[in-house]
Each structure stands twice: as structure tokens, then as C-alpha cells.
């Protein structure tokens, strides 16, 4: 499995940062990538594993909306109740005031089992330093203006993740700094999810 390496704002008892790993980032795979992988390497039949996820869905969503703890081989899914309001007296609770808070997954063991079958050891995936490059913001500002001139005039954490070598966390934080004070440098406008920065 390819990892990345990356500080945490925490300090460890040497004074410098401690690091965390994680997965390496950019490995995805789509629903539709990943049937025409199994129809390559497991002998299904293409559509098959949308047909057999959809009809789980609909038949789990159906109990779990009757209360039922549903147990499966790929673990066990819950429903999540909460109160709209805090109370202190059981006697008062009333339909109004439960709501559907989600479900609550929990993968049990089969998972970590699979996962182990496959497993093959950890290769490092070498990222460049962060903080070394967070050092030097005359050179990252310069790479944001050539990034905006690259891409029609705006920008995403994911596109000056990608020319600057920064983790898409500290590009993030990076722009949202340069969104803000007496004199801002970019715009943040929200499109659902994304966030797309413009030159002011």
C-alpha cells in the first residue's frame, strides 16, 4: 500500500511537529471502475454489482426505516435517533421530537481480515517537504498568478495542490489566507462543494 507522510500542527516532546500517515491521495476508484474490475478479475457480469448494491440498498433502507439492526457480511448498519430538542423528562419525548440522524455503520472484522489477505507490505510515497515549501510564500504566490494565467483565471486546492506540490489541506489553508485581510489577493466563491478562487 503507497502512503504519504504529513506533519499535524501538534508538537511532539523534541519541539517539532509530529507526522501522521495516510493513504496515499488520488487513488480512487469510481462505481463503474470498479464493475469493470471485478468483470475482469472476479467473473461477473458487468451490471451486476450495481444490481445486487441496488437492490441492498432498498431492501436494507426499508427495514432500517422500520428500526431493524441489520447484520451482513460486509458489517452491520444501524438507524441513528436523536432528540430535536434537550430533555430531561423521559415522559415528555414525543414523535415530533425524534429525528433520523443517519446510519450507523460498523465494518466488524471480515474487513480487516480481506484487507490483510491482500496485504503487501508499505512503500512511501515521497512527497516533497510542506513546511519547506510553505517557507518560501514570494515563490507560492508567484505559482498561484502562473496556476490563475494556466487555468482562464481561477483556480481549486486541487489544482495548486498539483503545481505547487503542497497537500491539498495546506494549498486549502494557503489560499483561504490569501482570501482574507485589508488587502486580499483572491476571492473565495462556494459551488456546492468546491470552492473556486479568482484574482481580485
Request: proline letters at 4%.
Amino acid at each position: 500500500m503507497w502512503y504519504e507522510v504529513h506533519p499535524t500542527p501538534a508538537k511532539g516532546a523534541d519541539g517539532k511537529n509530529l507526522v501522521y500517515v495516510r493513504p496515499m491521495s488520488g487513488r480512487k476508484l469510481t462505481f463503474e471502475e470498479l464493475e469493470e474490475r471485478c468483470e475482469k478479475y472476479y467473473s461477473s457480469r458487468y451490471g451486476e454489482l450495481r444490481r445486487a448494491f441496488d437492490i441492498f440498498l432498498r431492501a436494507v433502507g426499508f427495514y432500517l426505516a422500520e428500526g431493524y439492526r441489520i447484520e451482513t457480511p460486509i458489517g452491520t448498519f444501524a438507524p441513528n435517533l436523536s432528540l430535536v430538542r434537550q430533555i430531561t423528562d423521559p415522559d415528555e419525548v414525543t414523535d415530533r421530537d425524534v429525528r433520523f440522524d443517519g446510519v450507523e455503520y460498523n465494518p466488524g472484522k471480515r474487513w480487516n481480515r480481506e484487507v490483510d489477505r491482500w496485504l503487501d507490505g508499505f512503500r512511501r510515497y515521497k512527497l516533497p517537504n510542506t513546511l519547506d515549501i510553505l517557507a518560501d510564500r514570494e515563490k507560492l504566490e508567484q505559482q498561484m498568478h502562473e496556476c490563475l494565467a494556466k487555468h482562464s483565471g481561477y483556480i481549486t486546492a486541487g489544482m495548486f495542490s498539483s503545481y505547487t506540490g503542497l497537500s491539498r489541506y495546506s494549498a486549502r489553508k494557503l489560499l483561504n489566507e490569501w482570501t482574507k485581510g485589508d488587502t486580499p489577493k483572491l476571492l473565495l466563491t462556494k459551488r456546492g462543494k468546491e470552492h473556486i478562487y479568482t484574482e481580485i
